[in-house]
T-cell receptor, first 111, second 115 residues
Framework: DTGVSQDPRHKITKRGQNVTFRCDPISEHNRLYWYRQTLGQGPEFLTYFQNEAQLEKSRLLSDRFSAERPKGSFSTLEIQRTEQGDSAMYLC?????????FGPGTRLLVL | AQTVTQSQPEMSVQEAETVTLSCTYDTSESDYYLFWYKQPPSRQMILVIRQEAYKQQNATENRFSVNFQKAAKSFSLKISDSQLGDAAMYFCAYILYSGTYKYIFGTGTRLKVLA
């Protein structure tokens, strides 16, 4: 297993379009996280899954954001009706217990 | 409130010298882990070092060591014999093991290494 992977790595979209990102965690990890990182800032927590259950969702996550992890393996993060303020790096991470491993991120640019 | 504060937005160190990055955090819990992560420019975030809050002994990983002061809620990172490859953003973070398992990150410190 080579680590956490994310697809796509870069996405440019027009305002108002929907986008979906995928994360494949390390296979034996049962916890999966989504974070958002803007330039010069630390990662901000968005949501967290334990297996297929979404256990916590940040208030940063508006109704336009939805995340799923249908079979407790890969996860998707969808943003509907994108806005310019959604431009950021979206990081996925997975964890087994006491350490988290990050994916390379998906950089989103909303024009 | 669960917060992590890194008061140094940017630090510089001469190659082969030692630098210390500071971090303070706020939690009322007693069971948690602390971490330092490194994020090189346009590259993936990687774990540098971690510390269990119940351990008094400071963690060490090669040239990286921490100074953990639990009562002061302070967790600084010392990098010895700095190398050009150490240049990156460094993030301090912690995870609680009561209820939620989310990681809380600081805003980061950009470390520049001067040749």
């Amino acid at each position: 297993d080579t680590g956490v992977s994310q697809d796509p790595r870069h996405k440019i979209t027009k305002r108002g379009q929907n986008v979906t990102f995928r994360c494949d965690p390390i296979s034996e990890h049962n916890r999966l996280y989504w974070y958002r990182q803007t330039l010069g800032q630390g990662p901000e927590f968005l949501t967290y899954f334990q297996n297929e259950a979404q256990l916590e969702k940040s208030r940063l996550l508006s109704d336009r954001f939805s995340a799923e992890r249908p079979k407790g393996s890969f996860s998707t993060l969808e943003i509907q009706r994108t806005e310019q303020g959604d431009s950021a790096m979206y990081l996925c991470a997975s964890s087994s217990w006491d350490r988290v491993y990050f994916g390379p991120g998906t950089r989103l640019l909303v024009l | 409130a669960q917060t992590v504060t890194q008061s140094q937005p940017e630090m510089s160190v001469q190659e082969a010298e030692t630098v210390t990055l500071s971090c303070t955090y706020d939690t009322s819990e007693s069971d948690y882990y602390l971490f330092w992560y490194k994020q090189p420019p346009s590259r993936q975030m990687i774990l540098v070092i971690r510390q269990e809050a119940y351990k008094q002994q400071n963690a060490t990983e090669n040239r990286f060591s921490v100074n953990f002061q639990k009562a002061a809620k302070s967790f600084s990172l010392k990098i010895s014999d700095s190398q050009l490859g150490d240049a990156a953003m460094y993030f301090c973070a912690y995870i609680l093991y009561s209820g939620t398992y989310k990681y809380i990150f600081g805003t980061g410190t950009r470390l520049k290494v001067l040749a």
